[in-house]
């Protein structure tokens, strides 16, 4: 069988052969450029993409919260009217001394304050009682935890309208039950705490079963074998509710305590439709349920003053921070009593073993 040669070349030179080792200087350089590619993308894959996935919030967050706060402040510093919003005169921290001074400032925090307490304190163990009742097996549980979620569906507007009517003085429900107990027709709206009662009815209708809810599910995290130990030790359901169930739930009672705060310093819409009309802007004639909400849209939308609409909105935003900062000195000073008086040593000596 015949084979074949290469060919001599007829300069008289040898074959040229590839060069091995440039072959492998250029495979050497092209896998250390790749695995450095690999390596980039990794830190970036592992570093990168949690911030990617954050980005979105920020960004909006940036747009319609941050940004509106610092542009508030800015407007607070000036005399600034609605009509002429390009027109703006500095004015520094006057608007807040002037704040300081008014009034009808004092008078709509005492005034949410006090709805404040009224809506809140109730509302919050009634939730919690809610909560304990439906923490137990019953028939058809779906549906009472959907019964009760159900005013916090309803629109602020319907609510408001409803309990309006129910409160109204001369034809009210409110006042047809009072009758049967020889209490004459009470005049809701034009009177201080009547009106707040009332405006404070409406927030604790629209937010117990919330509350409620959430006091169940934190309810439903306590592990059962506590309830089983203080069955075993003795403890009544009264008592396995205050050593047991409260303290596993404190801090969704905390939250909730900070959530109904910040909404009753917002509080708007209630005392604002519960006017009807013109009062409603106002609080009532003599302001006697104006909250800092509906100052704020007076000074705004009625007075025309951006200044001094955004002086409050940021007085209100302080006490809100206020309020956390006690909340949490409140926490601290209480976490250090409690390693204080923590579990009491047993002091007793031992009597050692003798031989």
């Known amino acids: 069988m015949a084979t074949s040669t290469p060919a001599a070349p ?21 896998g250390a450029a790749g695995q450095s590619r690999r390596t980039l993308l990794h830190r970036l894959d592992v570093r990168g993409v949690p911030y990617a996935f954050i980005a979105p919030f920020f960004l909006v967050f940036g747009a319609f919260g941050l940004y509106p706060l610092i542009y508030t402040f800015w407007i607070s510093l000036h005399r600034v009217e609605l ?20 009034d009808r400032f004092w008078n709509a925090l005492t005034n949410t304050f006090t709805i404040g307490v009224i ?38 507007a319907a609510a408001a309208l409803v309990f309006t009517m129910l409160f109204e003085r001369d034809f009210g429900m409110i006042n047809w039950g009072l009758s049967f107990f020889g209490i004459d027709n009470v005049d809701w709206e034009s009177q201080k705490w009547p009106a707040q009662f009332a405006i404070s009815a409406i927030v604790i209708w629209r937010w117990t079963g919330y509350n409620a809810l959430l006091y169940l599910a934190a309810m439903q995290a306590i592990p059962r074998d506590l309830y089983e130990a203080a069955a075993i030790d003795g403890a009544s359901r009264w008592q396995q509710f205050r050593k047991v169930t409260i303290p596993g739930i404190s801090a969704t009672i905390v939250f909730t305590i900070v959530l109904s705060t910040i909404g009753a310093t917002q509080l708007f819409g209630e005392p604002l439709i519960f006017g009807q009309g013109p009062n409603g802007i106002s609080g009532g004639a003599d302001n006697q349920y104006q909250t800092l909400g509906l100052l704020l849209y007076e000074e705004d939308w009625k007075n025309y003053q951006m200044g001094r609409a955004a002086t409050i909105a940021w007085a209100m935003f302080l006490i809100l921070v206020l309020v956390f900062v006690l909340q949490r000195v409140v926490k601290g000073v209480t976490s250090r009593r409690t390693r204080a008086t923590g579990p009491t040593k047993n002091t007793k000596s031992t009597p050692s073993a003798t031989s």
């Open 10 to 30: 007829t300069d008289g030179q040898p074959n040229p052969t590839p060069d091995s080792s440039a072959g492998k200087d250029g495979a050497g350089r092209d």
């Open 83 to 102: 009509s002429t919003m390009d027109t703006m005169e500095w004015r520094g921290l006057a608007n807040f001394t002037e704040l300081i001074d008014d």
């Open 119 to 156: 809506s809140t304190v109730p509302q919050l163990l009634m939730a919690l009682g809610l909560a304990h009742l439906l923490n137990y097996r019953l028939r058809g549980s779906t549906f009472f935890r959907v019964a009760v979620l159900t005013p916090y569906a309803t629109s602020i």
